[in-house]
Structures are given as C-alpha cells and as structure tokens.
C-alpha cells in the first residue's frame, strides 16, 4: 500500500488569477507563483463559489455551494455539524493543522482540525452581531451607502515601519512547521497557510509601493461604460462609495493592490522554499489558491463581491511530483467546492459527504473524459437585497440577477463581460440553455426566504444581547454562578 501525500494548501485572500505573473499580467512580479505553475498545473478558469471571505471558505471547506451550506454573509454562523475536509482527512489518519486565516464565525474555530498555529487576528465579526449595520445583512432595507469604502483609498499607503504584519506570522509559523516538525515524521500532514493579504488595507510596505507607484495602468473601462452598467452592480458602487473615485485614487490603490500581491508572492517563496530544506517537496502536493478576488477598479468597481471574474475567478495551482505534467494549463472550468472531493481522492481517503464538488484529480490526471466544466457562484450578501447567482459553463457565463435582466457572456470573444448577448436573438437557445443548467436544484425565491429568515434570526439575537447585556448574565450549577463571558 502507498503511503499518502502530504499535502500543503496556500491561500492568499482577495487574490484575483488576472493579477499574476503566470495568469497574463506583466505588470506585478509573482516569480515564485510563476515557478509553481511551471512545476505544476495551473487551471485558467477556477472560481469561487460565492465571493466574499467567510461564506466563500465555509462553501470551500465543506464543499458544498453557499445556498446548501447558510454561507450568506460574513456573519452567518458556520454549523459544526458541518463535515468538513479537515475532518475526512483527519479520520484517514492525516494530522491537519490551520495556519493563519479561516473566518470561522460561531463557537466551533477548529471545524476539523487538529490544532491551529497562529489563528485569525483578534476577531472583530464577533461584534457585528450587535449592530444592525456593520453586523448582519438586513435585506428589508434598500441598498445604500452603509458600508462605506472611500477611507481605504484615502489612507492608502505604506504601512508604518514598527507595524506587525499578520501575514509575516503566518509565513514564519509555516517555515517552521516545515524546517522543524517534517523531517523524519511518519504521519502524513494535510497544512493550510493561510494568508491575509493582498486583502485591503492598503498599507504594503514603503518598499513595495514605491516599485509599483507611477509604474501601473488604469483599469480598462470603455467609455460610456460605467452610464451603462448593470443597475446591480452600480448598487454596489454606491455601497461602497466608490463612484466618482478619482484616479489619482485609483492609481495609487492599484499599486499598494499590486505591491501587496508582490509581498505574498515573497512569502509563497519563503514557504517553498522550507518545503524544499525538509526534504519532503517530493511526497508532498502543494496548491495554491484564494478565497475570491477583486474588482481593483474594473467595470468601475472595487473590492469583491461582485459576479465579473476579476471579483470571482481565483487563481489555482497545482504541483503534484510524479503525478502531473510540469508546466501544464487546463482551461476546464473548475471551482472551490472541487477541492474537498479532489483532496479526498488525491489521499485515499473514504468520503462518503454530501457535496456539490467533483473530484477534479482525473484532470489532473489527464485521463478526464466527462468533467463538468462549469462553476456556480452565488451571493448573498451586502449591498444588495436579492440574491444573484452565476454559471459558468464552457466558454459562456450567465448572470442571474433577481428582479433585473441577465447578463450574458462569451468569456472567449469577450473575456472583459463588457458585451452582454442575454437579448440577442441569435443567443436565445444558448440563454435558455444555461438558464436551465442555472437554476437545477435552486428555487430563488424559496432561498431569498431563507436567507431573510436567517438574517432577522441573527439581528432578533443581536438586538437581545444589546438589551440584556449580556456579558453579566450567569449560569448557576447547585446555586452557584459561572460567568458565561470572562
């Protein structure tokens, strides 16, 4: 019997595939990432399943589309009973261990993993529960302006010489774990790294933004675009106040952006590098991913959750010595609820899970002969007040807008989704196709309920924990009081 894989998992956060060295883009240095790709597979058209932090890790996690797991918004409780990839490796025998950021939200912060090394910074979603506006999505209200973005922009710069960086942590726990406790183990690790950046703030350090500034283009936005702009999505420019943003702004966020990706390709390197020292790379599958990317000024947006593929496409890499093709591309569409099934079989290990992802490692294999090809994301979060939903099948993409009109896209012809076809008559089967695909086991207005029942469930709690103060509240065993909260 084989012994089974180690397997190391990197994740960047807020990381579009368009910003990378080995995805098209010269204008940011990613040589590490790019060497990666060059050893590995590297997958063009991997999505997230919902583009937003914690909902997005929660569907990746557990492996199952955000309508079928509660994954809404940033505060949506994330059930224990969930099984988890951690879980289904651990019970194979693999010791799992979470470095660095997860967003869980709830009591459970270990989901299947065995120990966490250096965990979430100081959480402040804890606190969202008690405020209607910056905690739980309301979507009674009409989109507004209440999550306010525009300071990111003007604060943008170097971040101050004596401020720690999460990221530096997480990087040097990595480089230990794998320097100090790999060598002559026996027991087969399945390791997340899991970074923060390149995540607004944008404070890169004083270095890096000065490579970058002067040096970036604008983001490509046809004229007479923005006038034009899907009614949902110009919600969300309003959200985040991000319209009118001068480009002066806009260059200078664009820079810090690319300088931060610069920073976290650096420590991709550092990791990569220990991997190499421990003498394990060889039985060792490293892939590299994140949870969502981001609009970085494009269609005039900025930040995530947004459908376009700058806010929703993510970078994938795979290096699997001895089992993959060096240097490889795929172009069949895969996303993160892929990776659950794929890690399970990539370590021979019994996964009998309710899940919506499919094993992709016959792709990696290259003996693939009925794979999917198609990716669901969905979200349900701020800024809008009805849920959106998007296919990407083969070469099209559709948009699935409640109470607006679709957008559809040909991602070969048009991969900037500026040329919506959904009313051209020569594009009506194509549309009626992907719709049927779209909404197989999804019943929008049976999910829209459940989405608001669970966001009045969590502001009916919040509001009751502001009421009853609840940090003073006791619980008595035999007559004698525990505090609940220290």
């Given at each position: 019997m084989s012994t089974p894989p180690n397997i190391l998992l990197i994740m960047a956060d807020e990381h579009a595939a368009q910003f990378t060295g080995n995805y098209g883009c010269s204008e940011i240095d990613t040589p590490n990432l790019d060497r990666l790709a060059e050893q590995g597979v590297a997958f063009d058209n991997a999505y997230c399943n919902t583009p937003l932090c914690a909902p997005s890790r929660k569907s990746m996690l557990c492996g199952r589309l955000a309508c079928n797991c509660e994954a809404y918004d940033n505060t949506t409780f994330f059930d224990a009973r969930l099984p988890t990839i951690a879980h289904v490796l651990g019970a194979a025998g693999y010791e799992t261990i979470l470095?660095?950021?997860?967003?869980?939200?709830?009591?459970?912060?270990?989901?299947?993993?065995?120990?966490?090394?250096?965990?979430?910074?100081?959480d402040p979603w804890k606190q969202k529960l008690s405020n209607p506006v910056r905690g739980a999505v309301d979507w009674r209200r009409e989109?507004?302006?209440?999550?306010?973005l525009r300071e990111k922009f003007e604060t943008c710069g170097p971040r101050k010489p004596d401020k720690k960086e999460a990221d530096a942590g997480i990087c040097?726990?990595?480089?230990?774990?794998?320097?100090?406790?790999?060598?002559?183990?026996?027991r087969p690790f399945f390791y997340v790294s899991s970074m923060h950046r390149p995540h607004y703030a944008f404070t890169p350090s004083q270095e890096k933004l000065e490579?970058?500034?002067?040096?970036?283009?604008?983001?490509?936005?046809?004229?007479?675009?923005?006038?034009?702009?899907?009614?949902?999505?110009?919600?969300?420019?309003?959200?985040?106040?991000?319209?009118?943003?001068?480009?002066?702004?806009?260059?200078?966020?664009?820079?810090?952006?690319?300088?931060?990706?610069?920073?976290?390709?650096?420590?991709?390197?550092?990791?990569?590098?220990?991997?190499?020292?421990?003498?394990?790379?060889?039985?060792?599958?490293?892939?590299?991913?994140?949870?969502?990317?981001?609009m970085a000024g494009e269609h005039g947006m900025w930040f995530k959750c947004v459908l376009y593929d700058q806010s929703s496409r993510v970078p994938f890499i795979v290096r699997w010595p001895g089992v993959v093709q060096p240097g490889t591309r795929k172009k069949e569409v895969i996303s993160l609820v892929d990776l659950m099934p794929t890690l399970a079989e990539m370590a021979g290990a019994p996964c009998d899970?309710?899940?919506?992802?499919?094993?992709?490692?016959?792709?990696?294999?290259?003996?693939?002969?009925?794979?999917?090809?198609?990716?669901?994301?969905?979200?349900?979060?701020?800024?809008?007040?009805?849920?959106?939903?998007m296919l990407r099948w083969g070469k099209y993409k559709l948009n699935w807008l409640v109470g607006y009109e679709p957008e559809l896209f040909d991602m070969e012809a048009d991969p900037g989704e500026f040329e919506n076809l959904a009313a051209r008559p020569e594009h009506k089967e194509t549309l009626e196709r992907l719709k049927q695909k779209l909404?197989?086991?999804?019943?929008?207005?049976?999910?829209?309920?459940?989405v608001r029942r669970n966001q009045q469930d969590r502001l009916l709690i919040g509001a009751a924990r502001r009421a009853l103060n609840q940090r003073n509240l006791t619980y008595r065993i035999n007559g004698d009081p525990l505090p609940l909260h220290q």
């Amino acid at each position: 019997m084989s012994t089974p894989p180690n397997i190391l998992l990197i994740m960047a956060d807020e990381h579009a595939a368009q910003f990378t060295g080995n995805y098209g883009c010269s204008e940011i240095d990613t040589p590490n990432l790019d060497r990666l790709a060059e050893q590995g597979v590297a997958f063009d058209n991997a999505y997230c399943n919902t583009p937003l932090c914690a909902p997005s890790r929660k569907s990746m996690l557990c492996g199952r589309l955000a309508c079928n797991c509660e994954a809404y918004d940033n505060t949506t409780f994330f059930d224990a009973r969930l099984p988890t990839i951690a879980h289904v490796l651990g019970a194979a025998g693999y010791e799992t261990i979470l470095n660095g950021k997860m967003h869980f939200v709830g009591p459970d912060l270990m989901h299947g993993f065995e120990r966490r090394d250096f965990a979430d910074k100081p959480d402040p979603w804890k606190q969202k529960l008690s405020n209607p506006v910056r905690g739980a999505v309301d979507w009674r209200r009409e989109p507004q302006k209440t999550f306010p973005l525009r300071e990111k922009f003007e604060t943008c710069g170097p971040r101050k010489p004596d401020k720690k960086e999460a990221d530096a942590g997480i990087c040097r726990e990595t480089v230990r774990f794998l320097t100090e406790e790999c060598e002559d183990r026996e027991r087969p690790f399945f390791y997340v790294s899991s970074m923060h950046r390149p995540h607004y703030a944008f404070t890169p350090s004083q270095e890096k933004l000065e490579k970058y500034l002067g040096k970036v283009s604008p983001p490509n936005v046809p004229e007479g675009h923005l006038a034009a702009l899907h009614p949902v999505n110009q919600a969300l420019r309003r959200h985040y106040d991000v319209i009118d943003l001068p480009e002066e702004l806009t260059l200078r966020a664009r820079a810090a952006y690319f300088a931060l990706i610069d920073e976290m390709d650096e420590r991709v390197g550092l990791i990569l590098a220990a991997l190499e020292q421990s003498g394990r790379a060889q039985d060792t599958i490293v892939l590299f991913t994140a949870d969502h990317g981001d609009m970085a000024g494009e269609h005039g947006m900025w930040f995530k959750c947004v459908l376009y593929d700058q806010s929703s496409r993510v970078p994938f890499i795979v290096r699997w010595p001895g089992v993959v093709q060096p240097g490889t591309r795929k172009k069949e569409v895969i996303s993160l609820v892929d990776l659950m099934p794929t890690l399970a079989e990539m370590a021979g290990a019994p996964c009998d899970c309710v899940m919506d992802g499919q094993s992709f490692v016959p792709l990696l294999r290259g003996s693939a002969t009925d794979w999917k090809n198609s990716a669901i994301c969905e979200f349900y979060g701020e800024g809008l007040n009805h849920p959106v939903r998007m296919l990407r099948w083969g070469k099209y993409k559709l948009n699935w807008l409640v109470g607006y009109e679709p957008e559809l896209f040909d991602m070969e012809a048009d991969p900037g989704e500026f040329e919506n076809l959904a009313a051209r008559p020569e594009h009506k089967e194509t549309l009626e196709r992907l719709k049927q695909k779209l909404f197989e086991g999804w019943d929008p207005a049976e999910t829209e309920a459940r989405v608001r029942r669970n966001q009045q469930d969590r502001l009916l709690i919040g509001a009751a924990r502001r009421a009853l103060n609840q940090r003073n509240l006791t619980y008595r065993i035999n007559g004698d009081p525990l505090p609940l909260h220290q």
